[in-house]
């Protein structure tokens, strides 16, 4: 996987069952070893986890022009390029992997929200054909792929959250996990607090399918729970109503990266259903067929994703349902070693297969104590790195691309409220938001990455503050950037900046459909344009009556020129809803790549959805 590209940087993960040395080419030419820099974390037996990180003269590549790049290892004695060992990842026109460095970004993909079982059509398999060099798009009949010029391939992709669901696990997931576990020999772990004294007990246990939220039970008391899996401590809250398989050892959550971003193990998984309780057997044959057309597009991904910078950053189901959604949540569950465990290795698996390829420079110090901890063939101080992971605060970062990317992190910078325990935490904290306002201050132009969008459907965030002032933010998962008025007052008055920048553009996912406001400041003449798209999900959708009606009752109650709003925290904002061409109503609810095209002064071009059959749907301009 290509994970970044700069003018003085390359940066590539992958995954090896055996242990090698490797150099880095470029243009077929290999880098100093003195200028690649390779980690390397051992997690199984037949498991190793890389990011190698070439550094390049400032002047090695030029902007718009397109490179090769190869990585050339030392496999049982052996001399291989990465691109001879799996040549289905090459474009036909390409001798190996490539990438197009582009310092002034013109395409940018973004999505969120890729759950592997969900019933329609995957559509991140669509960004093969959108990074495919031009010779090898002309080459193809698909009359929408012939379409995609150079004009419009992506210079990068971000993922704004929930790459995995660790949360909501389907059961033939799950029966692939464990089978990658022993296929991988990737290492358990003891469980402390728990009757599952080490996480190979998990396979066979009674609950293994389809009962593990009986492992995981919520906080009111339930003695034979209690006894079945707790030993009379208090009991976490783990809040997803799917949470029927939730994952909960480090080895099950890096096999659902393998799993889901790879086709390389799924030829050696055997999908058969395991001995199962009988009313769980239609469930499992019906997840099956969505599993088995997931990992049809699965080859497409990998291929797409090896040739397209890959940038990424967490959500909640990446770790699980309501990460950090209030303090009260936090107390429990960060008071319990198990489910500290739990949530420990969430983010363990996270920093692995997703922080180790962030261009991110803090992360340096986890990786040092991460390959310590990685050693001597298992897991040791396990839940001294958990400690060091969950007081770390430095996820987000800054892509220096014109124009700059800010990437945020919205889940363990949070600001936490002091007076209920139970009232939603502010998606950023104060000093999080002043360090964001220096970082944009005084820009022409830049591009904010939120896994949340930060103007939501006004009619679902009212709903979300009733449940809220009732104690039940957790119930309809009230997390917007105005469900904490410190968060919301602090995001307001950076938009209310004499120096924010004139063309402000806002990157978010996380509520499984898609939609676009055009947003400036009321009373005020010179106002920054400010254009939020929301893309997601990947492979997920919002149900969609629900939905439907959410979108007539907002756009009565709340459309532009609407008195309600004037009751809102956004009050001095006006905010217009784009009407997305052929589609009724604003929010589209199909499984989307999300596609923002920028002019050369880094303002909007346009803003389209990639659907998962290659069609495309444009928001109109006001």
Not at 226 to 234: D, M, S
Request: proline fraction near 5%.
């Amino acid at each position: 996987m290509l994970r970044h590209v700069a003018k003085d940087q390359v940066i590539v993960w992958f995954v090896t069952s055996s242990d090698c040395d490797v150099e880095f080419l470029l243009n077929a030419t290999v880098v100093e070893n003195k200028s690649t820099f390779h980690s390397k974390w051992q997690v199984g037996i037949r498991c190793f986890i890389h990011t190698v990180r070439a550094m390049l003269n400032p002047l090695s590549l030029e902007d718009g022009k397109r490179y090769t790049y190869d990585i050339k290892a030392l496999l049982d004695g052996e001399t291989t390029l990465f691109s001879q060992l799996v040549p289905e990842m090459i474009y036909p026109s390409q001798p190996s992997f490539s990438f197009v460095f582009k310092s002034t970004i013109t395409n940018v993909i973004h999505g969120s929200c890729r759950k592997p079982h969900y019933v329609s059509p995957d559509s991140l398999p669509q960004l093969a054909k959108l990074v495919a060099p031009e010779s090898d798009m002309l080459e193809q009949d698909d009359a929408v792929v012939a379409k995609n010029t150079k004009n419009e391939r992506p210079d990068l992709v971000i993922f704004t959250g929930d790459q995995v669901y660790v949360d909501d696990v389907a059961g033939p997931m799950l029966h692939a996990i464990q089978q990658c576990i022993q296929l991988l020999g990737l290492y358990d772990e003891d469980l402390e607090g728990s009757t599952i004294t080490n996480s190979k007990d998990l396979i066979g246990h009674p609950c293994t399918f389809y009962r593990r939220n009986q492992l995981l039970p919520e906080k009111d008391d339930n003695e034979d729970l209690e006894k079945v899996f707790f030993k009379g401590k208090k009991k976490p809250i783990f809040t997803s109503v799917n949470a029927d398989n939730h994952l909960i050892a480090l080895n099950e959550m890096l096999s659902l990266y393998f799993l889901a971003w790879s086709s390389r193990l799924w030829p050696l998984i055997d999908l058969s259903a395991p001995t199962l309780e009988p009313i769980f057997e239609e469930r499992y044959a019906t997840e099956k067929v969505a599993i088995e057309s997931f990992c049809e597009g699965l080859q497409e991904v990998e291929k797409a994703l090896a040739h397209v910078p890959v940038y990424m950053i967490f959500d909640d189901h990446d770790i699980t349902d309501d990460w950090n959604l209030t303090r009260g949540w936090e107390e429990f569950v960060y008071g319990n070693p198990y489910s500290k465990r739990i949530i420990g290795n969430a983010l363990f698996a996270y920093f692995l297969c997703q922080g180790t390829g962030n261009p991110n420079e803090q992360l340096e110090t986890l990786f040092k104590s991460s390959q310590r901890y990685l050693s001597g063939g298992k897991i040791n101080g396990h839940d001294a790195f958990i400690d060091q992971l969950l007081e770390f605060s430095e996820w987000h970062y800054r892509l220096d691309t014109n124009p700059p990317i800010q990437v945020l992190d919205t889940r363990t910078q949070r600001w936490r409220s002091e007076s209920n325990a139970n009232k939603p935490s502010g998606l950023m904290d104060w000093e999080g938001l002043c360090e964001l306002q220096q970082q944009v201050i005084g820009k022409e132009s830049v591009i904010i990455v939120s896994a949340a969008p930060m103007y939501g459907v006004k009619l679902i965030e009212a709903i979300q503050r009733l449940f809220t002032f009732f104690g039940g933010a957790l119930v309809v998962d009230a997390e917007n950037w105005m469900a904490h008025r410190g968060t919301a007052n602090v995001m307001l008055n950076i938009f209310r900046h004499q120096k924010t920048p004139p063309s402000f553009i806002v990157l978010s996912g996380d509520v499984h459909y898609s939609f676009v406001y055009d947003i400036t400041l009321r009373f005020r003449k010179n106002s920054p344009k400010i254009l939020q798209f929301t893309c997601s999900g990947i492979h997920n959708e919002f149900p969609n009556k629900l939905l439907r009606w959410f979108d007539r009752l907002n756009h009565f109650l709340y459309s532009h020129r609407s008195p309600l709003n004037f009751l809102t925290k956004r009050r001095n904002m006006s905010i217009r809803e784009r009407d997305p061409e052929g589609f009724n109503g604003n929010l589209v609810n199909k499984c989307a790549l999300g596609l923002l095209q920028l002019n050369d002064d880094g303002t909007e071009k346009s803003c389209k959805l990639i659907l998962a059959d290659g069609k495309t749907i444009a928001f109109s301009k006001p």
